[in-house]
Structure formats: C-alpha cells, structure tokens
C-alpha cells in the first residue's frame, strides 16, 4: 500500500513539474520575443532618431529647434510601430539619460515646450527629472536635482551616470552600443 502511494505521488509530481516547465518556457519564450525584434537595432527614419532605453521605453526626436534636437521619452505600445505616449512634462526635451540594472532616470531641459504649441501656464511646477522603474511599470517625477538625486540613493543608485541624448545617439548610430546589453 505504501508503494503504491509513492508512486501515485511521484507520477503526480512529475506531472506537476513538467506542466510548470511548459509554462516556463512559454513565459520565456514571450520575454524573448522583446528583444528579437528590431526595439535594440532600429536607428529610426529619415525623419525621425530614436535610442533604445530598456524595452518599452526609447528616446525618439523628430524636431529640431535652434538647431537643438528635441528629444522625447516615450513607452513604445502594440497600438502604433512608431511609438507611443510619451511621458507628460512641460519640459522641452531630455537632455540626460542613464540606466542602472532595470531603472532609467532622465534630466530635462529648463526650456519649456511652449515652442511646439505646448503651454506655460504649469511652467513653475513642471518636474524636470524623472524615474523610470521598468518592472512596475512606474514614474516618479521630482522638481529638483538634489529631490531626484536622493531617489537614485534610495534605489542604491549612489552615483548616476548622466549621458547627453545626442551622444546617446551618435554612439548607437556609428558603434551599435547602448547604455546596457539587452539579453540575445
């Protein structure tokens, strides 16, 4: 009777295991799916530059102004291949991105987007650094440097490396490198 039993539960086990290895793979096989499209090699149109971030998030640019490139972060979606939202500041454009393990922060300019039709009037309380955490999904937004810089801390992010998107740019463009390495 007891044989009996242990193989009653090995097989249920082994069953088990093999329906979560199933659904593992599938899991993996949907993560990968992000980075074998062209998210990380796509270096934009002729009339627009992108830099990929960490997967949903890229810096796309599609105007200059004062011979400045505006540049805007944006979450790309299944709705449109060219983009997506991008996050709501008043700010002109990001001036500084980094990455740190799934964390992206972004400095923007003190201009304001009033060039492009946008509007002043929240010109005062318009946050210039964000906080992207990637896993959750989440933004924080904070008014001053020294507000976001102890985030970073908090997030054991002791000392950001600040680079300025058009060199971003130029390094994808010219040497295929990122911030950091999307998995193969």
């Known amino acids: 009777m007891l044989s009996l039993f242990f193989l009653l539960a090995t097989c249920g086990c082994s069953r088990i295991k093999s329906r979560y290895d199933a659904a593992k793979e599938r899991i993996e096989e949907e993560f990968d799916a992000l980075f074998q499209t062209d998210f990380y090699s796509d270096l934009g149109g002729w009339d627009y530059r992108r830099v990929p971030l960490i997967a949903p998030y890229e810096l796309c640019s599609m105007l200059k102004h004062d011979n400045i490139r505006v540049w805007v972060c944006i ?19 990001v001036e500084y991105a980094g990455i740190s393990d799934s964390t992206i922060y972004l400095s923007y300019s003190e201009a304001f987007d009033d060039i492009i039709g946008g509007k002043r009037y929240d010109a005062l309380t318009s946050p210039r650094f964000a906080i992207i955490d990637v896993p959750t999904d989440s933004i924080e937004w904070h008014e001053t440097e020294a507000e976001w810089l102890d985030a970073l801390h908090k997030r054991n992010i002791a000392n950001p490396q ?19 390495n999307p998995p193969k």
């Open 75 to 93: 979450r790309r979606n299944n709705i449109n291949e060219f983009g997506g939202p991008g996050l709501n500041t008043d700010r002109l454009s």
């Open 162 to 180: 600040r680079h300025h998107v058009d060199s971003l740019y130029e390094d994808f463009a010219n040497n295929n490198r990122l911030l950091f």
